[in-house]
């Protein structure tokens, strides 16, 4: 049993840490990578409570199906123009993050 739970643990260690080094404030993006170098963006923002349900919303809008899975803020792109929708209050963290939807897409798995 205590194998067990070291193993467990050990396991969901790297996976927080898979998933702070992919979001680091610190990574680094190749530009050359971008879809897109210019874009219109439109920011849409909620009370912190609506987000999910404002991000589900738009998503159905625009032909998706939702996104199934908790989100902070998200982000809807295509070639000319962008759609971001996050809470009334928001860090730079999180904008940075769906600007970099707007310019480089599906950017999480590359």
């Known amino acids: ?10 396991v969901s260690g ?5 998933w ?5 404030p610190e990574r680094k993006f190749d530009m050359s990578q971008n879809m897109t170098n210019r874009t219109t963006i439109e920011w849409k923002y909620v009370e912190a409570n609506q987000v999910q349900a404002a991000c589900e919303a ?17 982000s809807f792109y295509w070639l000319d123009r962008c759609t971001i929708i996050t809470a009334r209050q928001v860090d ?3 904008i940075g993050h769906e600007v970099m939807h707007c310019f480089q897409g599906p950017w999480h798995n590359k």
């Open 14 to 18: 790297l996976a927080q840490a898979q």
């Open 92 to 94: 730079m963290r999180t």
């Open 1 to 10: 049993m205590r194998l067990l739970a070291f193993v467990l643990c050990l």
């Open 58 to 74: 738009e998503s159905r809008r625009v032909g998706n199906n939702g996104f199934g899975y908790g989100v902070m803020a998200c």
């Open 20 to 24: 702070t080094y992919d979001n680091s």
